[in-house]
């Protein structure tokens, strides 16, 4: 690590400390993470959609954030992450208008996985490149839950901080492994899609998809690719069978696989391994 005072003081204030301190900061990114489901589908949207006549949307850091009834600006005591919406019971403090619950969720998961990463892993360069990476995974879920998109600018940088991570400490699996692990992982959702495609004429899966498996792959490298798959799989199912029991919805609509991906990676990510040799014998 760097020799510094402030660093030395960090790492001796122990590990509950750590993982403590590692939830504060949690709720400080989940609420920037916010901004960005918000923001980039309709940068995205203004970029490729012909609407460039029109105003161009917010970028990531300016406006402030504002009411999304109102557009007022949102001052800074009624923008402390959970604590203000659970304080103003979701309502917008000038206009009463409602706002989100996905904004205490997206601030509480993150401060959750930020400490789960912490507590998992320790205090290391690895360390703060799996919470990046786990920031933009729920990132990547929250918009692919909304939108069904999965941006190029979330799936490829999971990818390059893979790569990046596992050349330099081989912290995930060694370089070799990544580089195959990111192969592999677009190949094989490339194949089962112009499979399924030619086997019925749809398209079964999106290719930002195929982006988010390389870009886990690059992570886990290629052994781990089958349980990620797995586990994404199961839950995608799980997830499908409740709408349609919950909520009457037909077997034809589309649901995000991307979300169930984000998470089994992020599970085998911090326990991959145990977990395989838990699931080979059966």
């Known amino acids: 690590m760097i020799d510094h005072p402030a660093i030395e003081v960090w790492m001796g204030l122990g590990p509950m ?3 403590l301190l590692a939830g504060v900061f949690g709720l400080t990114i989940g609420s ?3 901004v960005v489901i918000v923001r980039l589908p309709k940068q995205l949207a203004h970029r490729y959609d012909g609407t460039h006549a029109s105003t161009p949307p917010p970028n990531l850091i300016k406006p402030r954030s504002h ?7 949102i001052a800074w005591h009624d923008n402390i992450p959970v604590l203000s919406w659970l304080r103003l019971k979701g309502r917008c403090r000038m206009c009463h208008g409602p706002i989100s619950p996905r904004y205490p969720i997206v601030e509480a998961i993150t401060a959750i996985a930020w400490m789960v990463v912490v507590w998992q892993l ?3 360069w690895p360390t703060l490149m799996a919470l ?7 990132a990547a879920t929250a918009i ?3 939108h069904q998109i999965l941006p190029d600018s979330l799936t490829l940088s ?3 901080l893979g790569l990046i991570t596992n050349a330099t400490w081989s912290a995930f699996a060694s370089p070799t492994e990544a580089i195959y692990g990111a192969a592999a992982g677009y190949a094989s959702l490339w194949l089962v899609f112009y499979g399924f495609y030619w086997l019925t004429g749809k398209e079964g899966l999106g290719f930002g998809d195929f982006k988010l498996l ?7 490298g290629w052994a781990l690719l089958p349980f990620v798959l797995f586990l994404g799989s199961l839950l995608g199912t799980l997830a499908a069978l409740f709408m349609m029991a919950r909520y009457k919805q037909s077997k034809d609509v589309p649901i995000a696989f991307g979300p169930y991906l984000a998470i089994a990676g992020w599970v085998a990510l911090l326990w991959g391994e145990p977990m395989m040799q838990w699931l080979i014998p059966l």
Not at 67 to 73: H, L, Q, T
Not at 132 to 138: A, F, G, K
Not at 214 to 220: H, S, Y
């Open 17 to 19: 400390a750590h993982i």
């Open 32 to 34: 920037f993470l916010n």
């Open 67 to 73: 009411c999304p009834s109102c557009n007022k600006p």
């Open 122 to 124: 320790g205090l290391s």
């Open 132 to 138: 990046i990476v786990t920031s933009y995974l729920i």
């Open 144 to 146: 692919d839950f909304e």
């Open 158 to 160: 999971i990818l390059w």
């Open 214 to 220: 390389a870009g886990l792959g690059a992570w886990v």
